[in-house]
């Protein structure tokens, strides 16, 4: 990977009427250009979630005052509610694993 690292962040998987979420939102998704309205591309394999920015993405960052990556139930599937996972932000890049013990 060429990008360096700009942060990381500790996140909890949270219950939903239909199964659980993973939600980041504000200045990190900022700092790492995902801006509001801006499209990537994810990937959810193994036990990873993979953001890449793309103007041609199937996925955009939504929000109003601030940016929003909301990530439910089907998708996220393999994650147990109340899990950690650690999010690693990277200029254009967001990758997110389950935390290590």
Do not use: C
């Not at 955009?60 to 109340?82: C, L, M, N, R």
């Amino acid at each position: 990977m060429n990008q360096a690292i700009t942060e990381t962040q500790t996140i909890t998987v949270r219950p939903t009427a239909r199964g659980v979420r993973v939600w980041l939102e504000g200045d990190r998704l900022t700092r790492a250009a995902f801006v509001k309205g801006a499209r990537y591309d994810r990937t959810i394999t193994g036990g990873r979630i993979t953001m890449v920015l793309n103007p041609d993405g199937k996925k955009k960052v939504s929000g109003k005052a601030k940016p929003i990556i909301d990530i439910s139930a089907k998708q996220i599937g393999e994650f147990a509610t109340g899990q950690e996972l650690t999010v690693h932000y990277y200029t254009g890049l967001i990758i997110i694993t389950a935390k290590e013990v």
